[in-house]
T-cell receptor, first 111, second 111 residues
Framework: DGGITQSPKYLFRKEGQNVTLSCEQNLNHDAMYWYRQDPGQGLRLIYY???????QKGDIAEGYSVSREKKESFPLTVTSAQKNPTAFYLC??????????FGSGTRLTVV | GENVEQHPSTLSVQEGDSAVIKCTYS??????FPWYKQELGKRPQLIID?????GEKKDQRIAVTLNKTAKHFSLHITETQPEDSAVYFC??????????FGTGTSLTVIP
């Protein structure tokens, strides 16, 4: 999928449960990002990482956590503290001076 | 931080007509402006981008113009086709930093 893979495609979360969304890239990009997409609200930044072992909060980080132990991987955990997690989650990577490459997304639904 | 506004939120055109989507940004330091096309349920795809040292860029039926003084940039699609129907997002960033996205324009091309 263009060098950046998100899994699973669909994910269902029960109340009080933590779930982890996977994002892997083989583009050798330094920077990786997580966005949340809700209808009519565009793309909102959750977390981003510009180098391994370092990451920064975006605009809506509450209730989410990330890690960046390897350059290729940037998993996102949706914790039970996120009260309204139903959304489409997009991971992206970027090489400096160029645009994002997006993954195919994970649709998370609370059941 | 940067604030990107995008208009209109919805746009309907007849097949063969032109479509124009406009974005404004607030941070004069922004110097990279990509446009993304997102079909329903799919990931955003980069369709064209422009850097601040260029006033206009064309790629077949798609063009982007940038007015740095006024801090606005526009996407122009000529000879629209039904397959152009999608949601279009503009974004602004500085080199190496996160993108700030507009809220999207849903374009419908009527056959």
């Amino acid at each position: 999928d263009g060098g950046i893979t998100q899994s699973p495609k669909y994910l269902f979360r029960k109340e009080g449960q933590n779930v982890t969304l996977s994002c892997e890239q083989n583009l050798n990009h330094d920077a990786m990002y997580w966005y949340r997409q809700d209808p009519g609200q565009g793309l909102r930044l959750i977390y981003y990482s510009q180098i391994v072992n370092d990451f920064q909060k975006g605009d809506i980080a509450e209730g989410y956590s990330v890690s960046r132990e390897k350059k290729e991987s940037f998993p996102l955990t949706v914790t039970s503290a996120q009260k309204n997690p139903t959304a489409f989650y997009l991971c992206a990577s970027r090489q400096t001076y160029y645009g994002y490459t997006f993954g195919s997304g994970t649709r998370l639904t609370v059941v | 931080g940067e604030n990107v506004e995008q208009h209109p939120s919805t746009l309907s055109v007849q097949e063969g007509d032109s479509a124009v989507i406009k974005c404004t940004y607030s941070d004069s330091a922004s110097n990279y402006f990509p446009w993304y096309k997102q079909e329903l349920g799919k990931r955003p795809q980069l369709i064209i981008d422009i850097r601040s040292n260029v006033g206009e860029k064309k790629d077949q039926r798609i063009a982007v113009t940038l007015n740095k003084t006024a801090k606005h940039f526009s996407l122009h699609i000529t000879e629209t086709q039904p397959e152009d129907s999608a949601v279009y997002f503009c974004a602004a960033s500085t080199v190496g930093n996160q993108f700030y996205f507009g809220t999207g324009t849903s374009l419908t091309v009527i056959p």
